[in-house]
Every structure is written in structure tokens, then in C-alpha cells.
């Protein structure tokens, strides 16, 4: 049984839905991840998702796996509101084979299946795969040539700040490269964000930040909902600096947390060391000390370099927190 096999019960309403013949451990279904799931109807969303998979005792551990990081996907669009439209068939295709890629089941500079056999796996049309491959062709992440098929670029070429080549990253456990190199952007803008979020910010912006904290006091006990709560804090910090290329970068601040926070606080037990951190960043900003929450901010990423050495092996940041 694969989790595709339950999506129309699932979603509502329902559009066309992906079948998958052949090895589709990936699929959960693109109705469900496209559910619009915002916050007020988020965790009972995942909580159902997850008991309808979680209790089929047909389901091995690599589904419970994918399922999760599907979940985690569904967290990411979540938070960068995307405008949650019941996706086609061609978009469909175009993510599952999006997570193939990124995973590493295609592998750089190697030919993907031809379109007859996709057409025959995920049970669709030739123009259909031909969509979904234009689509993928256009992230930069497929190459299309007249006689020598259809292969995946080098990484390099892809569009890395995409939103979906963002989000396809957490439907599959992160390399220590990914990790490490989504530190060192982090490194790079968040302590100044929040540097000028404690200078330009406004009273409205500064009380969003204190909103953000209060709200991962109150979900401590919970990891996907304390995750929210911790990526919307850095959020408000990015809006607060008031610099709106900056505040376009925050898919990359989600995508780390998302796949940091599952490798460092798997245990909910483990929220509530992070709590007085996040804290003292809040209160230099709050009280407008500008280099104190520049100060805090760095130190913040410093615990989290820290917990990602011991918690994701082979995982090497360029900087260690001694030299930041």
C-alpha cells in the first residue's frame, strides 16, 4: 500500500489526484499537501494526516519517514503563506519528481526516466509528464535535449530560493552541506535583521516579536507547533528591520529551521532550553539596544551550530562558534 491510496478521503474538495504504480514511497498525496492548512487549522490537519498513516499497519518505517517530511513540507508552504490553489496534475508530477531530485534518487548529471515510463508510472498523459517537466526545467533543476533525453542539472543551477525547491528539501533528510551553508546565510543576516529590527523597528513590529515568543512559551510542549511559533519569531525580527529584500530571503530562515529544529528538538522536552535564548534577543531588540541584540542574536546561532555538531554527524559549519 502506498500513502497516495487514501488522498481523496482526505482532501476536500477533491481535484484529480496523483496514482503512483511502481516505487512511490514519496507520495502522500498532493491533494493533502496542498490543503490550505494555516495556523488555525494546522496542527488538527497533521494530527489527522498523521493518525490516518501512522495506526495502517501496513505502513513500513521508510513511509513513516517520508510521511513526516512530507508533513514538514506542508509546515514550510504554511509559513511562507503560499496561495493555496488545488494543484493540477503536471504540478503534481513536477514535486514528486522535485523531491526525486533533490533527494538524490535522480542524480546529478544523470538521465531521468523518458516520458513514456513516467507517463505509465504516475498513471498520466505524455503532455501531462511534458508540463511537469517544463516546469522542473524552469527551477533550473532539469535539462531537456533533442536526442540525448532529459537530465538533472548540476546542483549549482538550481534555483535554490525557489519556494518549492525549498520546501522539497524537507520532505527529505538534510545533507550536512545543506545545513552547514543554510547556517552560514543565517550567520550573515540574521543578527544584523535583528540589529535593525531593535534601531527602525516600530511599536507594532516589536510587539509582533513579543506576540511570536509568548506564542512559543505556550507550545513548548509541542514540536510542530512550537516550530511555527520559533519561525515566526524570526519572521517578525526580519519584517521588524524593515528592508523588504531582506524580508525575501526568510524562505531560507524557514527551510533551516524546519530542518534544523526536527534534528535538534525531536524531543519536546527539549524546547524549553531554547525559550531564554530567543528571549534575550526579544529584549535587546525591545529595548532598542542595537548592538546587545546583534550580540544575542549571534550567540542564539552559536547554540544552534552547537546542537547541530553534536545532533547531525559529519555536519561542519564554516564558522565555529568560537570565531563568530
Aim: hydrophobic share 45%; charged share 25%.
Amino acid at each position: 500500500m502506498f500513502l497516495s491510496s487514501k488522498c481523496a478521503s482526505i482532501a476536500q474538495p477533491v481535484v484529480p489526484c496523483l496514482k503512483l504504480n511502481g516505487d512511490a514511497h514519496w507520495a502522500i498525496g498532493a491533494n493533502d499537501l496542498q490543503q490550505p492548512a494555516h495556523r488555525q487549522v494546522q496542527g488538527l490537519f497533521l494530527e489527522s494526516v498523521f493518525n490516518r498513516y501512522s495506526t495502517d499497519k501496513h505502513l513500513d518505517n521508510l513511509n513513516i519517514r517520508c510521511l513526516n517530511g512530507l508533513m514538514t513540507e506542508l509546515l514550510y508552504y504554511d509559513l511562507k503563506e503560499s496561495k493555496m490553489v488545488a494543484p493540477g496534475l503536471a504540478t503534481q508530477v513536477s514535486r514528486e519528481l522535485g523531491r526525486r531530485i533533490v533527494s538524490g534518487s535522480y542524480a546529478e548529471g544523470g538521465l531521468i526516466d523518458d516520458e513514456n515510463k513516467l507517463a505509465e508510472r504516475f498513471s498520466v498523459s505524455k503532455s501531462v509528464v511534458r508540463e511537469a517537466v517544463k516546469l522542473l526545467v524552469g527551477k533550473g533543476l532539469l535539462d531537456v535535449r533533442r536526442g540525448s533525453g532529459t537530465r538533472v542539472c548540476e546542483r549549482r543551477r538550481w534555483m535554490l530560493l525557489d519556494d518549492d525547491v525549498l520546501a522539497w528539501h524537507q520532505a527529505v533528510t538534510p545533507k550536512p552541506q545543506f545545513l552547514s551553508q543554510l547556517m552560514d546565510i543565517r550567520l550573515m543576516m540574521e543578527p544584523k535583521a535583528a540589529m535593525w529590527a531593535a534601531e527602525f523597528g516600530t511599536q507594532s513590529a516589536h510587539d509582533e516579536i513579543e506576540h511570536a515568543h509568548s506564542k512559543m512559551e505556550a507550545e513548548a510542549k509541542s514540536v510542530e507547533d512550537f516550530v511555527v511559533a520559533d519561525a515566526l519569531f524570526h519572521r517578525a525580527i526580519l519584517r521588524a528591520a524593515d528592508n523588504e529584500f531582506l524580508l525575501n530571503l526568510e524562505g531560507v530562515i524557514f527551510s533551516a529551521l524546519l530542518s534544523s529544529i526536527k534534528l535538534t528538538n525531536a524531543d519536546p522536552r527539549e524546547n524549553a532550553s531554547s525559550i531564554p535564548v530567543h528571549r534575550a534577543v526579544m529584549d535587546a531588540i525591545l529595548s532598542r539596544d542595537a548592538d546587545a541584540a546583534e550580540q544575542q542574536m549571534r550567540a542564539h546561532l552559536d547554540d544552534t551550530i552547537a546542537r547541530l555538531s553534536v545532533a547531525v554527524k559529519g555536519f561542519e559549519p564554516r564558522y565555529k562558534p568560537s570565531q563568530t
